[in-house]
């Protein structure tokens, strides 16, 4: 059982690059989340899946697209990075049908945008 | 202005102390939640609570619905105990089925020997 996983584990992108990140989990959750984690702020919810083949727009979209075309997967996409995309990137699932439950995360993904 | 703030930003002791992190937020909430987040920058979560108070080990989270409020204390802290505790709560979202997470900025706890 390894719960949540996220490849990669570091990417370095430069301006204008695009790329996938996946993010993995083995519990049968429903709900699926994407966060960034700046320094000095809060956690933020970038998009969000309560179940498959559906997706939500979280916090701070922007820039970002998701798809969840199966159960166990959540992906996002950076189509044309930017430097205030660098951050560390948490993906989290939930067991709750309200979306109202612990959330279990991800080791993180670390982007720098050049 | 923060829907959850946190106090405080960071917080030293010395090991075998009392700690107590404390938490308030200004919305509606379903559940609270404490993370523990690991220098390695894993993150984990320590309690969900939506009443009154729960206890795991050296660790206990209470919350007061009517103050909105909730601290976190640890009990004989010990060097391993260093990490960043975040505060969440799930806010009551209407017309929707997810309860959205409010994240609070965190609170950096380093307990010295």
């Known amino acids: 059982n390894a719960g949540v996983t996220q490849t990669p584990k570091f990417q370095v992108l430069k301006t204008g690059q695009s790329m996938t990140l996946l993010c993995a989990q083995d519990?049968?959750?429903?709900?699926m989340y994407w966060y960034r984690q700046d320094p000095g702020m809060g956690l933020r919810l970038i998009h969000y899946?309560?179940?498959?083949?559906?997706?939500a727009k979280g916090e701070v979209p922007d820039g970002y697209n998701v798809s969840r075309l199966k159960k166990q997967n959540f992906l996002l996409g950076l189509e044309s990075a930017a430097p205030s995309q660098t951050s560390v990137y948490f993906c989290?699932?939930?067991?709750?049908?309200?979306?109202?439950?612990?959330?279990?995360f991800g080791p993180g993904t670390r982007l720098l945008v050049l | 202005k923060n829907e959850v703030e946190q106090s405080p930003q960071n917080l030293t002791a010395q090991e075998g102390e009392f700690i107590t992190i404390n938490c308030s937020y200004s919305?509606?909430?379903?559940?609270l939640h404490w993370l523990q987040q690991h220098p390695g920058g894993g993150i984990v979560s320590l309690f969900m609570?939506?009443?009154g108070k729960k206890k795991h080990g050296r660790l206990i989270a209470t919350i007061n619905i009517q103050e909105k409020h909730s601290s976190l204390h640890i009990t004989a802290s010990h060097p391993r105990d260093s990490a960043v505790y975040i505060c969440?709560?799930?806010?009551?979202?209407?017309?929707?089925?997810?309860?959205?997470?409010?994240f609070g900025r965190g609170t950096q706890l380093t307990v010295w020997p």
């Open positions: 989290a699932s939930s067991y709750r049908t309200s979306g109202v439950g612990t959330q279990y």
């Open positions: 519990m049968n959750h429903e709900y």
């Open positions: 899946s309560v179940g498959e083949g559906t997706t």
């Open positions: 919305v509606g909430i379903s559940a």
């Open positions: 609570l939506s009443s």
């Open positions: 969440a709560v799930n806010g009551r979202h209407r017309g929707s089925t997810l309860g959205r997470l409010y």
